[in-house]
DNA sequence: TTGTAAGCGTTATCAA
DNA sequence: TTGATAACGCTTACAA
């Protein structure tokens, strides 16, 4: 049972006194063995418990069963729960997954490419918004790939995420039922695409309400803390005050509330505020934050699933798959103060 | 450049005009090829492209480069900045880092057992407190492994953590030292050794000061939030109460600011809280939590660096190493109020 | 210092 | 339905 070294494919095809051509077969394409040849090999794989080789299978084969996972960020706590998803999907149909992260650093990226190249990885999987390879990617084979929360830039990779810009209604469209009419938007000016589709959502909804944004309180940041923060600062500079402040995601918000608080303001009393992603943080802030929900878990099974197909069917069944995101209420938002009715 | 299938050793000796057996040995010990030919291998290898072959090295040498991570959860957000340091190591020193996650399962913890047995990893990296593969674990050759946070129940395997019971002397200290005398621990009764060494910390810092642990004010709980809110309630129903409460984690500990803050008190000033880990939330509460930090990255990167020694060797330097944790004062903790002085 | 050749454990082709 | 065998790309005795 537990010799020192593991059972091989001649070790069963001996055992079950067949050749190791048909111990192959009785595994792989078992319809093709006579069924009293198959019962000798399974009971041969079960006494000399037997796995096959996945080094000498993927070298044969020319592919492995590996995904590579690239992001820039693997300690960014929002990647885990996509993590979880993808790892699930991808076990459950034989595959493993490999961990990468970048820092946005081409040299690292570089490696992972040399990575890919010396056929460590069947697929990809890519959370960057750009291929993370420098250059080289264009002259890079890829292996089939899929994107997490946005197309990758200069490929046309499929990829998985969310609907923005139904996402950002949800919240405008909650801010506005409250009865807030000047409602800032604090973006993030970074040309990530799922940024500017949130921004979208936030004009739509205004157009809708027939309020129309006002540009003054349309505020650019980089999606920090820090940013959330300043954003609220320049607001005050101007004196240009809304009612409520929708963010472009949770950072900006904590840095909002943050920037409220430090002036004395009570959130949800004084100012509404919404985010958006539901990051981990977001029900301990307080008040705790009302928010837009990333089935996260879900966006990582959803691109593994896409990416098995494409390594399957080498045909991207759809080329984007945009998950419904949900409004999460807590308490940072609720109607203007009496200033502003 | 760019052709349609990656180049092999074989390639790289046609254009060096050399054989493949003299390519191998310009990359991997090319102190034994005369410094001409390695010149020519060097320049036929930048003008392929080449990429050693994972696959067929792996094979040949019979071991691979991947090192599997098993970890229980890996959408605890403490898990991914340890994943940091896990991977930085690694493929600095050539490895990739496979991830798996058994959510206590025993089944799924049987997938990765074959997953090992298949050769698929050189080393395991294990982050729960016992081997996750069941009964098959005693009988099944595991490769060279080490322990995140302890020691590894059913098996003699080396493992990287803090030094839990330093950890919880500085937070009883500090306590202590604000002027606490009746401190409350809030334990975690399952059989984590961590948790074990936190509350003799605690001991061991009230016997130094003299009081002794009153064994009416320690509870043990589970480490969820919901068990730190739970133990407030019991205190307050057996009206037995501290002055202070020192948590076996962040969870417990954001589970009695709630208990305490739904009863109407404040945290600092009715009473203190402690916690140990330092989760990413712990920023946000409110008060932020003074607590123990653990340093994750580089606790992964020890852990790391202590397999690859492992695998080289074979022999481990040593079998426990144990990281310095620091105290990180926030805003929960002050001088007991009016009513115990 | 270099080349020849065996072999790692599979899968797939071909013949029986 | 089964078996013999070549090939996947590499490393490493062993020989030259």
Redesign the interface.
């Known amino acids: 049972?537990?010799n020192?070294t593991?059972a091989t494919i001649e070790d069963v095809a001996r055992i079950a006194e067949v050749s190791i051509a048909t111990v192959s077969r009785a595994i792989h394409t078992p319809e093709k063995v006579a069924n009293s040849t198959r019962l000798k090999v399974n009971q041969a794989i079960a006494i000399t418990?037997y796995?096959?080789?996945?080094?000498?299978r993927?070298?044969r084969l020319g592919r492995?069963n590996?995904i590579l996972v690239v992001a820039p960020d693997?300690?960014?706590?929002n990647?885990?729960?996509i993590?979880?998803g993808l790892?699930n999907e991808a076990?459950s149909h034989g595959y493993?997954?490999?961990?990468?992260?970048t820092q946005n650093d081409p040299q690292r990226g570089l490696?992972y490419l040399?990575?890919l190249?010396?056929?460590?990885a069947a697929g990809l999987i890519l959370f960057t918004g750009i291929l993370p390879f420098g250059h080289q990617a264009m002259?890079?084979?890829l292996p089939p790939s899929v994107g997490v929360f946005e197309p990758v830039f200069n490929g046309g990779i499929p990829y998985v995420g969310v609907d923005d810009i139904e996402g950002a209604r949800k919240a405008i469209d909650l801010l506005i039922a409250e009865g807030h009419r000047k409602i800032a938007f604090v973006g993030d000016s970074r040309t990530r695409l799922a940024h500017r589709r949130r921004r979208m959502g936030y004009e739509a909804g205004m157009d809708a309400a027939g309020i129309g944004a006002d540009l003054r309180i349309v505020l650019e940041g980089d999606g920090t803390i820090e940013s959330g923060r300043l954003a609220v600062e320049q607001l005050f500079m101007r004196d240009t005050l809304p009612s409520a402040f929708m963010c472009v995601n949770d950072q900006t918000a904590?840095g909002v509330m943050i920037g409220l608080g430090a002036r004395g303001y009570d959130v949800p009393r004084d100012f509404s505020v919404t985010g958006f992603d539901d990051v981990?943080?977001a029900v301990?802030?307080?008040p705790a934050l009302t928010t837009i929900r990333q089935p996260r878990?879900l966006i990582g099974k959803h691109a593994m699933a896409l990416l098995l197909e494409l390594l399957s069917d080498g045909q991207p069944a759809e080329t984007e798959i945009l998950l419904r995101p949900d409004l999460v209420v807590r308490n940072s938002v609720s109607a203007p103060s009496r200033a502003w009715r």
């Open positions: 049972m537990s020192s593991p418990g796995t096959t080789n996945a080094m000498a993927s070298l492995s590996m693997i300690g960014d706590p990647f885990s729960n993590l979880v790892e076990r493993g997954v490999l961990i990468g992260h490696e040399k990575f190249n010396s056929n460590q002259t890079a084979r904590i981990p943080q301990f802030t307080s878990t």
